[in-house]
């Protein structure tokens, strides 16, 4: 088991760039997510689906797009990116089955806008 | 909306014990969890507590939840280099799909 996966690792792109951010899991889990980290900040919630076929917003939506493409994949489209999108992206995701709340992270992609 | 705080940093001598502390506004939370990362790498859930207990130990790792005054903390016994890392507590929402994170306190083991 491969876990979560995300790809790129590292990306830096200049203002007014897009970029979509993958993110695929194998356990079979039916809910995913998209964070940011910001130092001082924690992670912040930017988009959620609960299962395939629904997303809905968090926290930090503006600026973002997200995509169900099936059970597996969840992708982070960045339209237009701004400085103020610097961040490290974390994907996870989380069984029905199980501990309620644990999620499983992937390894970051680090973005860079300048 | 809910909030879920921690003090940024803390520094300790290898095989101290570290009590890393947080507090949470939501009362309605049902469970709390302790995440850890690691440099360069994703979270990982280090340990979690029930809202009925006050009290939970895990080998190193003890975890007490004081609901009135709505304070989680972690204590790390025998705190090792290899602890060195950034933790997170958090929160579910009532909906449990949902995690609330904490700013992360960066532990730093010294040998």
């Known amino acids: 088991n491969a876990g979560v996966t995300q790809t790129p690792k590292f990306q830096v792109l200049k203002t007014g760039q897009s970029m979509t951010l993958q993110c695929a899991q194998d356990m079979n889990h039916n ?21 395939e076929g629904t997303t809905d917003k968090g926290e930090v939506p503006n600026g973002y797009n997200v995509s169900r ?12 990116a701004a400085p103020s999108q610097t961040s490290v992206y974390f994907c996870a995701s989380s069984g029905d089955k199980g501990l309620a709340g644990e999620q499983y992270f992937g390894p970051g992609t680090r973005l860079t806008v300048t | 909306g809910e909030d ?19 507090t949470y506004t939501d009362s309605s939370s ?23 207990m006050d009290m939970k130990q895990d080998q190193r790792l003890t975890v007490l939840l004081n609901k009135k005054d709505k304070h989680l903390s972690l204590r790390i016994a025998d705190t090792q280099t290899g602890d060195s890392a950034i933790y997170f507590c958090a929160d579910t929402n009532t909906g449990f799909q949902k995690l609330v994170f904490g700013t992360g306190t960066r532990l730093l083991v010294s040998p």
């Open chain 2, 30 to 52: 049902t469970y709390l969890y302790w995440y850890k990362q690691e440099p360069g790498a994703g979270l990982q859930l280090l340990t979690y507590i029930f809202s009925n």
């Open chain 1, 31 to 51: 809910s995913m997510y998209w964070y940011r980290q910001d130092p001082g900040m924690g992670l912040r919630l930017i988009y959620y689906s609960a299962s």
């Open chain 2, 4 to 22: 879920v705080e921690q003090s940024l940093f803390l520094s300790v001598r290898e095989g101290d014990s570290s009590v890393i502390n947080c």
């Open chain 1, 69 to 80: 493409l099936n059970k597996r994949e969840f992708s982070l489209r960045l339209e237009s």
